[in-house]
């Protein structure tokens, strides 16, 4: 395992340039927890953001609960 830490004398390649870039941009929302997801690119294609998935997959829940409570009997 590589030695990743602070002082590891690693160098970023010139092209990177992180001169606009804002510290701790999406700390709140990572404390929050996330979940990421990798869709299959058909899926994507159909559900281009993150509120279009949400939706089906929140549509789907009263589906699989009378579903998993008929398997259950």
């Not at 160098?11 to 990798?38: I, Q, W």
Request: glycine share 6%; proline share 4%.
């Amino acid at each position: 395992m590589r030695n990743l830490t602070k002082n590891a004398g690693y160098e970023l390649n010139a092209e990177y340039d992180f001169s606009s870039g804002v510290r701790g941009k999406y700390a709140k929302k990572y404390s929050r927890g996330t979940n990421l997801v990798v869709l299959d690119p058909k899926v994507a294609k159909e559900f281009p953001d993150s509120a279009s998935v949400n939706e089906a997959l929140l549509s789907l829940l009263p589906i699989i609960k009378r579903h998993s409570h008929a398997l259950a009997k």
